[in-house]
C-alpha cells in the first residue's frame, strides 16, 4: 500500500472518530460547561490534539524527497492501533454514559463507577485517546516524528487533567473514591 493510501485512510478514520464521538455522548455529557476544576485541561488537551493532527498532516505535506516514510508494515501496524484504541475509548465512554464528559464537572448523581475497562485502570479513555492521536500521528505524518512527538505531549497534558480530575472526583465523591483510588491504577497497571 503507498504511503499516500494510508494518509487517506488515517484521514478518513480520524473524519469518522470524530463524528462517531460526539454521537455517543448523551445528557449532560454533551455539555461543553467546564466546572472549577477543569483548570484549563479540556482547552489544554483538545488545542495539543489538534496541534498534534494538523503537524503530522503538515509534516506529510512537507515531505522531503529522499526522506523514508514509514514502511508498509508499521504503517499497518499503527493503522490497528487505531482501531484497538478506539474500542476502549467507546466502552469507557459506553460505560460511563453522561458522566464521561468533555470538561471536568461532577453532577449530584454521580457515583464511582467499578466496571467495565474501570475495573482495572481509573482512566481507560484517556489511556485510548493518548494511543489513537499517536497512531493517527504516525499515519498522517507517515514518519517516526508524529508518534515520538505526541506520545510524550499528550502523556503530560493528560498527567495534568488526570491530577485536576481526581482532586475533584475525591472532593465530591469522598471515600468511595479514595478507596477505589487504592485498589486501581490511573493509566497503566503497574507504572501509573
Do not use: K, N
Not at 19 to 24: H, I
Not at 106 to 121: C, H, L, T
Not at 127 to 156: D, E, N, T, Y
Amino acid at each position: 500500500m503507498e504511503s499516500s493510501a494510508f494518509v487517506l485512510v488515517g484521514f478518513f478514520g480520524l473524519v469518522i472518530y470524530s463524528l462517531a464521538e460526539p454521537l455517543m455522548r448523551r445528557g449532560r455529557a454533551r455539555s461543553m460547561q467546564r466546572g472549577p476544576f477543569d483548570r484549563g485541561s479540556t482547552t489544554l488537551v483538545s488545542s495539543l490534539a489538534v496541534l498534534i493532527i494538523a503537524g503530522s498532516i503538515a509534516s506529510h505535506v512537507a515531505w522531503t524527497p529522499g526522506v523514508s516514510r514509514l514502511p508498509t508494515w508499521v504503517c499497518v501496524g499503527f493503522l490497528l492501533a487505531f482501531a484497538f484504541a478506539t474500542m476502549p475509548r467507546f466502552w469507557s465512554m459506553s460505560v460511563l454514559g453522561e458522566f464521561f464528559t468533555r470538561t471536568l464537572g461532577v453532577s449530584a448523581e454521580q457515583v464511582v463507577v467499578r466496571s467495565g475497562p474501570y475495573r482495572w485502570i481509573r482512566h481507560p479513555g484517556y489511556l485510548a485517546q493518548i494511543l489513537a492521536v499517536s497512531a493517527f500521528a504516525a499515519l498522517l505524518s507517515q514518519s517516526w516524528w508524529g508518534p515520538l512527538i505526541a506520545w510524550p505531549a499528550l502523556w503530560a497534558a493528560y498527567v495534568y487533567r488526570i491530577g485536576a480530575e481526581e482532586e475533584m472526583l475525591a472532593s465530591a465523591l469522598g471515600s468511595a473514591y479514595r478507596e477505589y483510588q487504592t485498589r486501581t491504577w490511573r493509566l497503566l497497571p503497574g507504572l501509573y
